[in-house]
């Protein structure tokens, strides 16, 4: 079956620390891959994504390689601010056109200390 | 348009009763998504939509449980003879069909059932 495993949390970092948050996956066909973030009080937002081998996917100054090799999608960002504290969710679609419903992983509280 | 929304936020119901959840896609998405996210897990897939057919369930939607999108807009989620294990937060996406799996999602409801 298709499944998103996540390093557990939580991270807890000071400020314009680099974060990594590692994340494999398993899937039958090609799965697109995708980073959410929630914060504290708010709805899942898309953060970033990509749709096969080799894409990176970035945005706010986080970014996420897909590895096919490796069947990973690890997050990163240089340089973390308090405003990034929030969870962050790894997942996949399957593009087979049926529903491609995401599979999320079970997410990974971040907390940015000043 | 301000993104998907879900009415009511917060519920709180004694165990037997039935509760129905609302939820307003974005007016242009064609697919609609129900999920379920307990405390420390993923959001796992419910359902889905395509317009007005309900075209995948996930064996998570037990025989009390029951959704509708009549005419392809805003959808319902029933359930029925509530269970304390249905404690959770319910949250529905929308995608439209260019991008299917790019789902822009609402603050959730979060059901108590005491």
């Known amino acids: 079956g298709n499944s998103v495993t996540q390093m557990e949390g939580p991270v807890t970092l000071s400020e314009e620390a680099f974060l990594t948050i590692n994340c494999t996956y398993t899937?039958?066909?090609?799965?697109?891959l995708f980073w959410y973030v929630q914060y504290p009080g708010e709805g899942l937002q898309l953060l970033l994504k990509a749709t096969k081998a080799d894409d990176k996917g970035s945005n706010k100054g986080f970014e996420a390689t897909y590895r096919k090799e490796t069947t990973s999608f690890h997050l990163e960002k240089g340089s973390v601010q308090v405003s990034d504290s929030a969870v962050y969710f790894c997942a996949l679609s399957i593009a087979k056109g049926g529903s491609e419903k995401l599979v999320f992983g079970k997410g990974t509280k971040l907390t940015v200390n000043p | 348009d301000t993104g998907v929304s879900q009415d009511p936020r917060h519920k709180i119901t004694k165990r037997g009763q039935n509760v129905t959840f609302r939820c307003d896609p974005i007016s242009e998405h064609n697919r609609l998504y129900w999920y379920r996210q307990t405390l420390g897990q993923g959001p796992e897939f419910l359902t889905y939509?395509?317009?007005?057919?309900?075209?995948?369930k996930s064996r998570l939607l037990s025989d009390r449980f029951s959704a509708e999108r009549p005419k392809g807009s805003f959808s319902t989620l029933e359930i029925q003879r509530t269970e304390q294990g249905d404690s959770a937060m319910y949250l529905c996406a929308s995608s439209y069909w260019t991008d299917p799996a790019e789902a822009f999602f609402g603050q959730g409801t979060r059901l108590t059932v005491v």
């Open positions: 939509f395509q317009n007005e057919a309900q075209l995948e």
């Open positions: 899937a039958t066909g090609y799965p697109s």
